[in-house]
T-cell receptor, first 114, second 113 residues
Framework: GAVVSQHPSRVICKSGTSVKIECRSLDFQATTMFWYRQFPKQSLMLMAT?????????EQGVEKDKFLINHASLTLSTLTVTSAHPEDSSFYICSAPKGPYEQYFGPGTRLTVT | QKEVEQNSGPLSVPEGAIASLNCTYS??????FFWYRQYSGKSPELIMF????GDKEDGRFTAQLNKASQYVSLLIRDSQPSDSATYLC?????????????FGKGTKLSVKP
């Protein structure tokens, strides 16, 4: 399968600070990437669609000014959680589609806001 | 509201048995269907995808799709303890090659040695 990486894998930050998470497709190009969030014992919830060269598309209820997405190149998308609060603590996972049917997930980033 | 439903389990099967995981979806326009495996604390791993009615086999795994019944299943033959994980059913309703996925809440499978 294809390889998608995420960095960092784990981050702890203080309330009010910002955190940037990187998602890279290592062996293929992705004009679109997806950002998901998963709370404990819950399923993945799509937050936004990251589009290379244009603005991200956010799902209903996701604050675009809080979760800044930049798709800088065909292999890199970043998610910045601004002014993080404890309720933002979650497992953030990106994915990138390769071909018409397959999406590959990054290993995830566990964010803890204290 | 597009929904994907799965029995949360846990589903417990003995080692060597067949595990059967089921999923229903609400949108008749759904195009393609995916099964992911997620170990605790890890991100999902793609097992199989299917987009045509019928069965699709890959090793010990068989995906079954019935669009008329809006039902997709995953059979795991000769279940192993290492198969113990949460299995997520996902549906691409967008139809396009870059469509996003709607996930079910997952079924937790436990394979007992």
């Amino acid at each position: 399968g294809a390889v998608v990486s995420q960095h960092p894998s784990r981050v702890i930050c203080k309330s009010g600070t910002s955190v940037k998470i990187e998602c890279r497709s290592l062996d293929f190009q992705a004009t679109t990437m997806f950002w998901y969030r998963q709370f404990p014992k819950q399923s993945l919830m799509l937050m936004a669609t990251s589009n290379e060269g244009s603005k991200a598309t956010y799902e209903q209820g996701v604050e675009k000014d809080k979760f800044l997405i930049n798709h800088a190149s065909l292999t890199l998308s970043t998610l910045t959680v601004t002014s993080a609060h404890p309720e933002d603590s979650s497992f953030y996972i990106c994915s990138a589609p390769k071909g018409p049917y397959e999406q590959y997930f990054g290993p995830g980033t566990r964010l803890t806001v204290t | 509201q597009k929904e994907v439903e799965q029995n949360s389990g846990p589903l417990s099967v003995p080692e060597g048995a067949i595990a059967s995981l089921n999923c229903t979806y609400s949108d008749r326009g759904s195009q393609s269907f995916f099964w992911y495996r997620q170990y605790s604390g890890k991100s999902p791993e793609l097992i199989m995808f299917i987009y045509s009615n019928g069965d699709k086999e890959d090793g010990r795994f068989t995906a079954q799709l019935n669009k008329a019944s809006q039902y997709v299943s995953l059979l795991i033959r000769d279940s192993q303890p290492s198969d113990s994980a949460t299995y997520l059913c996902a549906v691409n309703w967008d139809g396009g090659s870059q469509g996003n996925l709607i996930f079910g809440k997952g079924t937790k499978l436990s394979v007992k040695p």
